[in-house]
Structure formats: structure tokens, C-alpha cells
């Protein structure tokens, strides 16, 4: 079994900053990778950003230069920093993990935390 636990989403208006939290427990040996998905009301859920335990780094293009992922290996911990927010980026975002790099998701989910970006 593995477990992912979100925290830090919230309300914060255009231009605002916010940082997410995930946690990975459990049976994870052999999931080097561990990332960020969201999906908006009536979308499809997303690709945001990839981190391995190596530190590679993957963004969705519509992220790039206003968000950063990073790692904590020792705790089993990403985060996600989401600067200069606009409300195209409001959306429930679940963290990922999976053994390789690319689109399609891996098969365990957080239950999501919920990000609304609203003047």
C-alpha cells in the first residue's frame, strides 16, 4: 500500500504565491518519481510538474518559470512553490508517484487539495 498526504492549498488572489506539500508512505522502494497533477472543474486532470530522486525535474509548460518542485528524500516529501498565480491555475492538485518520468500518471493519488486563485 502507499499513502500520499496534500497539504497547503488554499484561497490567494492573483499574483499570490502558495506552496504544497505531499507526503509518500508505505510501500514506495522503486517509485523514483513523484510529482504534481491538477484538474479544474469540467478538465481533464494534468500534468504540473515531476521530480525523480535524483533531482530531474519535469514542468508543463503552461508552469514554467512560476513554479518549482523539489524533494525532500530523507522525508519522502515534495513540495511545489506557485508563484505569480492566475486564476487559469485554480484546480484540485493531487501529488503522484511512480517508478518513471512522463505524462501518464502512476496508479496511487493524494486526495487532493484544493487551489483557488480569485481576486
Known amino acids: 500500500q502507499v499513502q500520499l498526504a496534500e497539504s497547503g492549498g488554499g484561497l490567494v488572489q492573483p499574483g499570490g504565491s502558495l506552496r504544497l506539500s505531499c507526503a509518500a508512505s508505505?510501500?514506495?522502494?522503486?517509485?523514483?518519481?513523484m510529482g504534481w497533477f491538477r484538474q479544474a472543474p469540467g478538465a481533464r486532470r494534468e500534468l504540473v510538474a515531476l521530480?525523480?530522486?535524483?533531482?530531474?525535474?519535469m514542468y508543463a509548460d503552461s508552469v514554467k518559470g512560476r513554479f518549482t518542485i523539489s524533494r525532500d528524500n530523507a522525508k519522502s516529501m515534495i513540495y511545489l512553490q506557485m508563484n505569480n498565480l492566475s486564476p487559469e491555475d485554480t484546480a484540485v492538485y493531487y501529488c503522484?508517484?511512480?517508478?518513471?518520468?512522463?505524462?501518464?500518471?502512476?496508479?496511487?493519488w493524494g486526495q487532493g487539495t484544493q487551489v483557488t486563485v480569485s481576486s
Open positions: 521530480i525523480s530522486t535524483g533531482g530531474t525535474t
Open positions: 508505505g510501500s514506495i522502494s522503486g517509485l523514483y518519481v
Open positions: 503522484n508517484i511512480k517508478s518513471t518520468f512522463g505524462h501518464t500518471p502512476g496508479p496511487y
